[in-house]
C-alpha cells in the first residue's frame, strides 16, 4: 500500500511540475499572436511571389542579356537574392524553406542569382488562387511553449465565402517559423 502511495505522490509531483513549467503566461500569448500575425502576412507575400504573380521586374536592362525566359527584378522589394532567401528562411522552417527556394518554372529556377543581380524565370499569373488576403484574421489554438496551431479565416475573391487556413508554427533557437 506505501509503495503504490509513494508511486501515487511521484506521478503527481511530476504532472504538477510539468503544467506549471508547460503554462503560458499573458505576455508569452501576446508575443506568440504577434509572431503569428507576422508570419501570417509573410507567407501571404510568399504567396504572392512564388504563386500568384512574381517579383516585379526591372524596368532598366540589357535585353541581350537576358533572351533565356529570365529578367532581372526591380531590387524594389528586395535587392539581391540573398536577401529573398533570407527573407523565405526567417518565415519557413528548413525543410519548407527549402522546397519554395528550390521552386522552378519550365525546369528553370523561379529565382537565382545571376552576376550579383536577382533574377526570376518569367512564368504566367496564377489565376486559380482565389484567397483574399486584404481582410483576414488570426487565432491560436494549441499555444504550447515551442508550437502552435495558427487558424487564419478570409474570404475568397469570386464568392466572398470564409476560408480557414490551418497553419502550425513551430519554435527553434528563439524564433518563430511557419
Known sequence: MLIILGFSLIILAVSI???MSS?????EKEEIQKSAVSLVERNFDT?????????????????????DGTLPCSDSIF??????SKFVKNTYIPSSAEIILGSTVNGKPRYFDK???LCKT??????SYDKDFSSYSVSLEKIRKTSCDI????????????VILNLSMAKKNGKWYL
Open 79 to 84: 535587392k539581391n537574392y540573398d536577401e529573398l
Open 151 to 162: 487558424k487564419v479565416t478570409l474570404k475568397t475573391k469570386s464568392t466572398g465565402e470564409k
Open 115 to 117: 552576376n550579383g543581380t
Open 17 to 19: 511540475f510539468y503544467s
Open 23 to 27: 503554462k503560458i503566461s499573458d505576455k
Open 47 to 67: 504567396v504572392i511571389y512564388f504563386k500568384i504573380a512574381q517579383l516585379p521586374y526591372a524596368e532598366q536592362y540589357n535585353a541581350e542579356e537576358y533572351q
Open 122 to 127: 518569367v512564368a504566367p499569373a496564377d489565376t
